[in-house]
């Protein structure tokens, strides 16, 4: 009681002074036994069941560039770098190139383009919103660009977990691969 007491009298010191009273900016004076996570109350910022706290990531920056000359080929550039050992390394069978052990059920059959499309525009990983969207031509905007594909192998804000692992892409002529691929909206396997 004495501490609610102190805090309305220091609101209504700091009114008099000129400063500004305001809610606690985590938020998690607002969780409570019937909202106890952010599941339940998107203004608690606790997990719940003693899973700490959970921030929500900023988005992922749209990649800068302009469109290649050509996108022919981007889809196939990005595949030949995602199965590459000596670079993105994705489709090795400790990570996600074996169906058996693949790492948190993301598959990418080398063999099957269509098949790591679908994956990669099918997927939402720790960020909660499709790892690729591809472009709709029907529309003016890319929507491909606002994909999480692009900080998620540069290991930058909004990429969640960097891929490949721990680092992300380390050379910046295979993280410009995506980048292309992405500008030119993402187009599938022909």
Not at 69 to 74: D, E, F, V, Y
Not at 89 to 110: E, K, S
Request: hydrophobic letters at 35%; aromatic letters at 8%; a negative charge.
């Amino acid at each position: 009681m004495r501490f609610g007491l102190g805090l309305g009298a220091a609101c209504i010191f700091a009114v008099i002074v000129g400063a500004a009273c305001s809610s606690n900016p985590y938020k998690d004076s607002h969780c409570s036994p019937d909202s106890p996570s952010i599941a339940v109350d998107p203004d608690c910022i606790y997990a719940g069941n003693g899973r700490g706290p959970r921030f929500k990531e900023p988005a992922c920056a749209a990649p800068d560039g302009t469109k290649p000359a050509t996108c022919t080929g981007t889809f196939d550039a990005l595949v030949g770098m995602m199965g590459d050992s000596t670079r993105g390394n994705c489709a090795a069978t400790a990570c996600h190139g074996d169906p058996d052990v693949n790492t948190v059920g993301i598959y990418f059959d080398l063999g099957d383009p269509a098949g790591m499309y679908q994956t990669l525009t099918s997927i939402t990983g720790t960020v909660g919103k499709p790892y690729v969207v591809p472009d709709d031509p029907t529309t003016a905007d890319n929507e491909a660009l606002g994909s999480w594909i692009q900080c998620n192998v540069a290991a930058t804000q909004g990429g969640g977990y960097p891929m490949p692992q721990w680092a992300g892409l380390t050379d910046p002529k295979d993280i410009q691969v995506v980048t292309d691929w992405l500008l030119c909206g993402a187009p599938g396997p022909k």
